[in-house]
């Protein structure tokens, strides 16, 4: 007989795992229906996940075809609460599926004392979770605080001094439901959750004539649910099909069938599977007498050959990276012998992405039951961007992800399009280092555009195109405030703002955005119905939670590959199984369920505990290895990787060990203690090392051979003729570095930047004093007498306001510059007074002054002194203002070091050089030379120059020196391969 009655109620069908349920279902609609064949639209089947659907009809109208019917007319298979809500009679209240989350901040801010320092929107997605639990399972909450309070104490059995912590759990919850229950009430609504528990009650009390309903499964329904089915039971009105363990002792963590015949409130009697893998797992898995180690040898005695050997095998990935190489392996393997069906079953949402780019690699197609959330998706990454925009004034890194995006078009031409913002981001955005504020796109386009002769017709479609963000920007910037709004207002305006830049067409033409089009539609019709105000922070964490919940499932043709989570598998049957990421934290997973009230005051609530979910997940877990057929089909030379089932896992993450499931460890331990074999996969192992297989070949792996150090002979691409004091140190740090830098003109990417880094700083600090000391034009300045003590304050309140100038762009894109404008000013009266000191023996000379000096025929040196003074005696003072760190003295007296020395090349009568550093010690000067120490020091350094040009203009070969500090900071490791050198 396909399936067993295995109960006082012969409406109730206990399927062993080894059985397909299916199968049975099929003979079952055969048996009774028969009559009726092919129309069935009397007959609906009730399934726990709406994913099932497809892949279960498919699968039964293979097994009605093998019987002669080409087809089932009217068969339905529609989950429990879409049955019912289909059923649902006139209500005059008005149901509220979506918005809840507004209706229950609203609620918040009556209370603010609850929130503390709580995100209420994080707050509010648990409470409306919570309160799913509590309207699902036809719970309700005491009316009066005390008494529930005095309940929950009771079931925590908690010490006095814990007390509080518990009472403030209870009044969030006591307080928040009845608010939340109140509200619904006023605005005569009623909770979605609350209204199909309602009507399963009215359904299950109601005697008249119903479908005939069959549950394929019963597992992880609610209080309601189960009491519907048992009242169904009770009057004969449904058939229950459920796929359960039948072991004569109790297994992990408790039987499904105990759980069944507790929600159900009816009485089981079992009858002996008798498979030999049932046998195997329900030994494997028990938990009461003799001991682990006696029951492998008296079952391995019992049965001397192992019934899963060659057929379940157990893979150990030395990281996550290895885990999905070694499935995509196996599944490329599978379909190369023509297996058909294959399930991956995925907790882990990260491998299961990781996982499916592989195989689309590969060219394998998965059919992702479980999809990933719409967040995720290019459609509302666009919509990211334009929010992100938005809020950051239109900063360069979101701008540019936005234009780039095919979902936005505001050019017919998509390449002239193209081309506009590639014209954009490198000639306005990265030359001209414009990283914020469409006002100043603007500006430098006109700029730019002119000095680089661009087309008249160039300019101006990229300007029309900055201005129509311009003009949505001034739209939508009076809802940027804290100030709140209708969020009807904000949801029409901001779907406006997304259709005048294209989007909304685009998304017309792709799934996902289809799907994202629906959700703004939906959040547009939740804000008309439910009529409340929101800040843009409330708003923009609204949609990005919509998003985030929502999910996406791409259309695939082929379901060879099938990609799902444990509770998606109920039911499933594949010709091979692979259950991947067999960790503890996964299977059974925490023990926790939610944040409010532990396992025993869940009990006493009547709410489901992490046993009860735990048990659900085992049983699926447990189905699962029983769910194909354990004879081979295919010959033993390849038996090697034709197994039935692979069960996967990572034994460590960044270094850390990874603890594996204890059903994995159950499974391979008893294994090993009755026929001495562990099951562990070394032929993917191996794979893995290799990534080569029959249907796919990669390129070998590249290798560099190593070498003594990068070498070149500069001669052969030319010197140039003009060095920087930059490109002398370059030489003196690595000459490769300078061949890089000058002969072959490198240079590493120009990043824009949106704040300001020690570098733009010490730039800003620069022109500030540059401005106090010359005429600058757009500036304050020049403080024009000789600094004393008299003039000190006017001395210092200029500065300060040519300060203000210069940073005044920078704090307009970005606020928190301020911070270093405020830094730069705390030195200001400490520069002042080394000026005034200083003062007494120099005057100034000139400030930023450009000098150049021909070395050879050929060769000119050249830099920019920031300062330079005039002594007593006439004689020239080079200053470098230093805003970080200077080099040691030493550094600057053995040549390493040659900024300061290269300056005094450059000028005749140097007196003194040094570094003014401004600092939070003040303004003091460091590495000062003067006298003999300096004109030895700069005759070394022009001696030393001169004869590296001279090496180099007759082609002597220039090492890399590899000097670790050197290197550490060189943009050019990459071609001299500093990495691959020989040590000795």
Same mark, same amino acid.
């Given at each position: ?209 119903? *479908? ?180 950051? *004034? ?111 067409? &685009? ?74 990421? *067999? ?131 500069? &001669? ?28 072959? &003109? ?78 730069? &000013? ?159």
């Amino acid at each position: 007989m396909p399936y067993s009655t295995l109960t006082k109620n012969a409406a109730i069908s206990l399927i062993p795992y080894a059985h397909d349920p299916c199968d049975c279902l099929v003979r079952f609609i055969l048996d009774k229906y028969q009559h009726q064949l092919p129309v069935l639209d009397s007959l609906t089947v009730i399934i726990e996940e709406p994913s099932q659907s497809s892949l279960l009809r498919k699968q039964i109208s293979s097994e009605i075809d093998k019987l002669g019917f080409q087809a089932l007319l009217g068969l339905e298979f529609i989950t429990l609460k879409d049955w019912a809500l289909n059923q649902a009679s006139t209500q005059e209240s008005e149901i509220i599926h979506h918005g809840r989350e507004l209706l229950l901040i609203e609620a918040l801010k009556e209370f603010p004392d609850l929130l503390n320092d709580s995100d209420p929107w994080r707050l509010c997605e648990t409470l409306l979770s919570f309160f799913d639990e509590l309207s699902l399972n036809q719970i309700e909450l005491d009316s009066d605080y005390s008494s529930f309070n005095q309940r929950i104490l009771d079931a925590y059995h908690l010490p006095e001094q814990l007390i509080p912590h518990c009472m403030n759990e209870t009044k969030i919850v006591h307080t928040l439901w009845n608010a939340w229950r109140a509200q619904l009430k006023e605005l005569n609504l009623i909770d979605f959750n609350q209204y199909y528990a309602q009507q399963l009650t009215i359904i299950a009390n109601n005697k008249t004539s119903l *479908n005939d309903l069959i549950f394929l499964g019963v597992s992880s329904y609610s209080q309601s649910e189960n009491y519907f089915i048992a009242k169904l039971l009770e009057d004969s009105r449904a058939n229950v099909f459920i796929n359960i363990s039948i072991p004569e002792v109790q297994v992990w963590p408790n039987t499904k069938a105990e759980l069944l015949a507790k929600q159900l409130l009816i009485e089981l009697s079992f009858d002996d599977c008798g498979c030999p893998q049932t046998q195997f797992f329900d030994q494997v898995f028990q938990q009461q007498e003799p001991q682990f180690k006696d029951r492998a040898m008296s079952f391995a005695k019992h049965c001397p050959a192992s019934p899963i050997a060659n057929q379940l095998s157990i893979f150990t990935a030395r990281s996550f990276e290895q885990e999905a190489q070694a499935i995509e392996i196996q599944i490329r393997l599978w379909i190369k012998h023509d297996i058909k069906s294959i399930g991956i079953i995925v907790e882990n949402r990260k491998l299961a992405r990781r996982l499916r780019a592989l195989l689309e690699r590969s060219r394998i197609h998965v059919h992702d039951l479980a999809g990933w959330t719409l967040s995720s998706t290019s459609a509302a990454t666009v919509v990211e961007r334009w929010l992100e925009c938005l809020e950051s *004034n239109f900063a360069y890194q979101a701008f540019l992800d936005l234009l780039k995006s095919p979902f936005v078009n505001l050019v017919e031409n998509r390449e002239l399009f193209e081309t506009l913002i590639y014209r954009l981001e490198h000639d306005i955005i990265i030359q001209q280092n414009v990283g914020v504020n469409l006002d100043d796109y603007i500006a430098h386009l006109e700029i730019r555009s002119k000095k680089l002769g661009w087309k008249p017709g160039s300019t101006k479609a990229l300007k029309d195109i900055l201005k129509i963000f311009k003009s949505l920007q001034k739209n939508m910037l009076p809802y940027l405030s804290h100030k709140a709004v209708s969020v009807y207002e904000l949801v029409e305006n901001f779907i406006k703002s997304l259709d005048a830049i294209g989007i909304l067409d &685009k998304f017309r033409l792709d799934d996902a955005g289809i799907q994202l089009l629906e959700t703004l539609q939906l959040l547009k019709s939740t804000a008309q119905n439910i009529n409340i105000k929101l800040n843009w922070s409330d708003f923009r964490q609204w949609i990005s939670q919509t998003l985030e919940h929502a999910h996406y499932k791409p259309k695939v043709e082929s379901r060879t590959v099938s990609l799902l989570t444990l509770a998606q598998s109920k039911l499933m049957k594949f010709e091979r199984i692979i259950i991947a990421s *067999n960790e503890q934290s996964l299977f059974p997973g925490q023990a926790s369920l939610s944040p409010y009230f532990n396992h025993q005051v869940r009990a006493e609530l009547g709410l489901k505990t992490w046993h009860d979910y735990a048990a659900d997940q085992f049983s699926d877990y447990r189905r699962l290895l029983e769910a194909v057929d354990y004879k081979p089909n295919i010959s033993d030379s390849t038996v090697l990787y034709d197994f039935k089932i692979l069960l996967t896992r990572t034994s460590e993450n960044e270094g850390e060990e990874v603890p594996a499931s204890p059903w994995l460890e159950a499974i391979q331990s008893f294994h090993q203690l009755a026929y001495n074999d562990n099951l562990e996969n070394n032929f993917l192992d191996e794979a893995c090392l290799h990534l080569r297989t029959d249907n796919r070949t990669q390129p070998d792996i590249i290798k560099l051979k190593p070498s003594h150090g990068s070498t070149v002979v500069v &001669k052969d691409y030319g010197l140039p003729e003009t060095l920087s004091v930059s490109n002398h140190q370059q030489l003196i740090n690595c000459p490769y570095q300078f061949f890089c830098a000058t002969s072959l &003109k490198l240079k590493p990417s120009e990043e824009v930047r949106d704040q300001l880094s020690k570098l733009d700083y010490g730039h800003r600090v620069h022109l500030c004093l540059q401005a106090f000391h010359s005429n600058l034009e757009s500036y304050s300045g020049p403080f024009a007498e000789k600094l004393t003590e008299l003039n000190r304050s006017d001395a210092i309140s200029l500065l300060f306001e040519i300060s203000d100038e210069v940073f005044a762009k920078d704090i307009e894109n970005n606020f928190q510059h301020n911070v270093w404008l405020s830094l730069w &000013k705390k030195r200001i009266p400490d520069y002042v007074d080394w000026q005034i000191k200083h003062a007494e023996n120099h005057d100034i000379k000139n400030s930023e002054e450009y000098r150049t000096i021909a070395l050879t025929e050929s060769v000119a040196i050249k830099g920019i002194i920031d300062r330079v003074d005039i002594d007593e005696n006439n004689q020239n003072c080079l200053i470098d203002y230093k805003t970080g760190a200077p080099p040691s003295k030493q550094d600057v007296l053995n040549g390493e070091s040659i900024q300061l020395l290269s300056y005094a090349l450059l000028y005749d009568k140097v007196a003194s050089i040094e570094y003014l550093r401004l600092s939070n010690l003040g303004a003091k000067s460091v590495v000062r030379l003067e006298a003999d120490t300096l004109t030895q020091a700069a005759e070394q350094t022009h001696d030393r120059l001169m004869t590296m040009i001279k090496q180099l203009s007759e082609g002597q070969a220039m090492h890399a020196w590899g000097d670790t500090n050197t290197c550490r900071l060189c943009d050019m490791s990459g071609i001299c391969r500093q990495q691959s050198w020989i040590t000795e």
